[in-house]
């Protein structure tokens, strides 16, 4: 039997990219990754919309490889603690900087677990703009009739309630927040060098 001990991880900061579908993660994602020279993940997951077609959604596909089977009832908590436990030790291994996009609450609270001082960025949109694109997401996805009974707008109140209980016991001073209104849109250059300066010591030549 697996028993989880923190010590395990030696203190690891990895960058991590949080946020409501639709709010900007990936594209936030795709800057640190090719930007700034911090591995997002090994391999990615294809995108599930055909909105941006040759966008890549930047979700790490070894990361949703472990938190699949536990989701779905194949592995246990420990199970899926010790796969986690083993993920990040190889990364710490292979990667000065690395980091990942979440949006599952479940990998979200085991920050609190393995991480000691993670480098959030909180990437949050205006929430009429996210609703009316999660919407059509889900039109496309066909989710309305499979996930609830009530249609889009329940859908997209789980996901928006989800991520919030996450955000709320977040130290709101110790992340990088980016916020999308829908009337300015930020540049790749001005992502990257508001990364660069909340942590400048990651980038010292």
């Known amino acids: 039997m697996y028993e989880f001990k923190k010590k395990e991880v030696s203190m690891p ?3 991590i990219v949080f946020g409501t579908s639709r709010s900007g993660t990936s594209f936030v994602s795709g800057v640190l990754n090719n930007e700034l020279d911090i591995s997002m993940g090994e391999y990615f997951v ?44 190889k990364r710490e291994a292979e990667n000065e900087h690395w980091g990942f996009k979440d949006h599952g609450p479940i990998m ?43 249609g889009i707008d329940r859908w997209v109140d789980q996901r928006m309630v989800l991520s919030r209980r996450v955000l709320e016991r977040l130290d709101k001073s110790a992340y990088l927040h980016i916020y999308f209104d829908g009337m300015r849109e930020w540049t790749k250059d001005e992502v990257a060098e508001k990364v660069r300066s909340r942590w400048p010591d990651d980038f010292k030549s």
Do not use: H, W
């Open 108 to 150: 979200s609270y085991c920050y609190f677990m393995f991480f000691e001082s993670p480098r959030l960025i909180i990437c949050e949109r205006d929430e009429k703009l996210v609703r009316q694109s999660l919407a059509r997401l889900a039109a496309y996805q066909g989710l309305v009739n499979d996930r609830n009974d009530n």
């Open 46 to 89: 294809p995108p599930v919309t055909a909105f941006q077609p040759d966008d890549t959604g930047y979700e790490c596909g070894a990361l949703r490889g472990i938190l699949n089977p536990f989701v779905e009832g194949e592995t246990t908590i420990l199970e899926f603690y010790a796969a986690l436990a083993k993920y990040i030790k």
């Open 13 to 15: 900061s990895p960058y």
